[in-house]
């Protein structure tokens, strides 16, 4: 993807930098042919194996950051849920690989989390 430059797009501590792994934020799931974005651009994140790891062992911080979307609520599509992006930013996602900074919506608190070393 033209967006990561081949670097992961989570940047966790622990990253390795190099992306090797396409992660779904918003996974297919059953029946959920009509939930749109699913392939688009916005829904994929390339992640390095330790950030990839550390979403799938965390879904809960995920969902906060943006790297995971729930799939159960609302009828969201990932280009609409922020992502917090290599640690400095926080990004909406569009279908074509392209992004857009926007100022967060979402609590400070939220941030100090992010530099916790997984248990
Ligand atoms: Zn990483």
Do not use: Q
């Amino acid at each position: 993807m033209a967006r990561s430059a081949g670097m992961c797009e989570v940047m966790r501590p622990g990253c390795v930098m190099r992306g090797s792994e396409i992660h779904h934020r918003m996974t297919r799931g059953m029946g959920s042919a009509k939930v749109s974005g699913i392939n688009e651009a916005s829904n994929g994140l390339l992640l390095c194996h330790a950030c990839h790891r550390w979403i799938t062992e965390h879904p809960k911080s995920s969902y906060e950051r943006g790297w995971a979307v729930r799939r159960n609520a609302v009828l969201l599509s990932p280009a609409d849920v922020e992502v917090w992006w290599r640690s400095s930013k926080w990004l909406l996602l569009d279908d074509d690989g392209g992004f857009e900074v926007v100022s967060s919506t979402k609590p400070a608190a939220v941030f100090p989390l992010s530099r916790k070393v997984s248990a």
